[in-house]
């Protein structure tokens, strides 16, 4: 037998008020709890967004062959979908796979595709998609982006069900997660292709992926495409998207200011007059930060070098925001270690201030002394070389920027330039410099290993300081074998502590893309961008229209 205590009883009448007012905060909890509001618009379905790209007719929509720029690149982006993609932050999320498990020794990945993860065609996504486009990547002989098809070739790719997938590799490797990003490739459309045969497969001009939109027209100036419904991480707002060709960077500018486009990627450095005039006819300016980044390569075997308070005190003598802002226009990001600020914790602080009269110090304290020229010297050695780069207008610009903050400190630079073809072949992979101004790109994964370790000195290899330091191996090494975002971000502070101790180059930013859009155009999110291409890795979420619920 069981007792409560009496219920209390209402007054007359109320009993009805207090049952309406339940109701109604049953109803806004409710709401609260789907994420609704009251007061901001909702993203509405429709529209079309006319964006404009430089370059020619697509030659290849594959993504074996599409590289990281331009139309088959764009293209691209917008029809395939890979295992994972990157997210505003460099960090890797789901896309065709639902979830994926990383082994301990960060050796083995496993991944379970979506049920719901369908081609274009209707045709369901499997582990045997996954197999054949490990094949393509892998195969000798097939001309696609050389980093991504290194990362694939060292896989041992099994098929574990219709639905899951492991790759194993034979030494630690988490960075992989990054590369899973590659656009799937369709077996059942392409698996009697030998993978020489895909480079010329019709397939290339009449794709079918997994992305979120698909391709119903292509000419020689432009494309379009309409939205996919039921793609898997939302059926896109947008409606249709048409991208137009354009021969430059100067007709995608021109373009824009006349609306026959609607968006477009920017030229950095844009001048800020040039931004206000596009804001003023109706564009938003969207800001997404390169995980490539320009340094100043030193050659560690020079003798002027080998000392590292010479180093830190001609970092400690930059001063990254004038360059920043004088040759940037303020679209860069300074930095003094390769990890973009933002993207692990312990490489987001920002770079020391500039410093001359500490740079002196720390000159002076290691024994060099002004010479009857003023420049430093310490016995026979001079604080004297050669900054070698390209001559394109900002790198030039760059140097002799350089070449004045260091001759404050005491050091005597002589800028040179040369083509590209030439620093690079001649010049910087063979070492013979002592100091080169230049950039790097560390593809999809920000992982410093390639630039860094010491394994990486000579031979091919682009350790082109020739840094040695066998912390930094051990962490680097380690940072490899985390299997979580978390532990690798404490390593990789670790990592730019110790970088900053040694300073084996000097790094001086990273560069910003600029995006102009419609002001109208809503949930555009950019952040850290491996490529312009990956402006798109969250179109579904893109609206043009809205409604207030």
């Known amino acids: 037998m069981t007792h409560s205590l009496p219920r209390p009883r209402l007054a007359p009448g109320a009993e009805a008020v207090a049952l309406v007012a339940l109701c109604l905060i049953a109803i806004f909890v409710g709401l609260a709890a789907a994420g609704w509001r009251s007061s901001g618009p909702l993203p509405a379905d429709g529209g079309m967004l006319v964006e404009g790209v430089a370059g020619e007719r697509p030659g290849a929509i594959n993504p074996l062959f599409a590289g990281a720029s331009g139309p088959d690149a764009d293209l691209t982006r917008l029809i395939f979908a890979g295992l994972t993609r990157l997210g505003p932050n460099g960090q890797v999320q ?258 020391p201030t500039a410093n001359v009269a500490m740079a002196k110090q720390l000159l002076a304290a290691a024994g060099w002394t002004p010479g009857p020229d003023g420049v430093l010297r310490k016995g026979e050695i001079a604080l004297s070389f050669t900054l070698d780069t390209t001559p394109d207008t900002q790198r030039l610009a760059l140097a002799r920027n350089l070449a004045q903050q260091w001759a404050a400190i005491g050091a005597r630079v002589t800028v040179q330039t040369m083509d590209a073809t030439t620093l690079l072949d001649a010049v910087l992979l063979p070492q013979k410099f002592e100091a080169v101004l230049y950039g790097w790109d560390p593809g999809p994964d920000l992982d410093p290993f390639p630039a860094w370790h010491s394994s990486q000195r000579g031979g091919g290899g682009r350790n082109l300081s020739g840094y040695a330091n066998s912390r930094v191996d051990q962490l680097l090494e380690a940072a490899r074998e985390a299997p979580d975002a978390a532990g690798r971000a404490a390593i990789y502070g670790a990592f730019a502590d110790q970088f900053r101790q040694d300073m084996p180059a000097i790094v001086l930013f990273f560069p910003r893309y600029l995006y102009a859009a419609p002001a109208k155009l809503e949930n555009v999110q950019l952040g850290l961008l491996a490529s312009t291409a990956d402006r798109f890795a969250a179109i579904e979420r893109w609206s043009l229209h809205s409604r207030r619920n």
């Open 94 to 351: 789901p896309d065709l796979a639902q979830s994926w498990v990383v082994s301990a020794d960060g050796r083995d990945f496993t991944f379970l595709l979506r049920p719901d993860a369908r081609w274009q065609d209707g045709a369901p996504v499997t582990a045997d998609d996954v197999l054949f486009t490990a094949r393509a990547f892998s195969a000798p002989g097939v001309k696609g982006d050389p980093a991504t098809a290194e990362v694939w070739r060292r896989a041992q790719v099994q098929k574990l069900s219709n639905d899951a997938v492991l790759f194993h590799f034979d030494a630690p490797f988490t960075p992989f997660l990054a590369y899973s990003t590659v656009g799937l490739l369709p077996e059942h459309i392409l698996g009697r292709d030998t993978p020489t045969q895909l480079v010329n497969d019709p397939f290339n001009q009449h794709p079918i992926g997994a992305g979120p939109y698909r391709l119903t027209r292509l000419t020689a100036n432009e494309a379009d495409l309409q939205r996919v419904p039921g793609y898997p991480l939302g059926t896109p707002y947008i409606e249709r998207i048409r991208l137009r060709f354009l021969p430059d960077l100067g007709a995608i500018e021109a373009a824009l200011r006349s609306h026959a486009i609607d968006s477009a990627v920017l030229p950095a450095p844009v001048a800020p007059s040039d931004l206000d005039a596009l804001r003023a006819t109706g564009h938003a300016i969207y800001s997404g930060l390169r995980p490539a980044y320009t340094l100043v390569y030193l050659n560690l075997a020079a003798a002027q070098f080998q000392d590292a308070a010479v180093r830190r005190a001609l970092s400690l003598a930059v001063d990254r925001n004038a360059l920043v802002q004088q040759v940037m226009d303020g679209q860069a990001t300074p930095s003094d270690v390769p990890l973009p600020p933002g993207s692990y914790t312990g490489a987001s602080d920002a770079p």
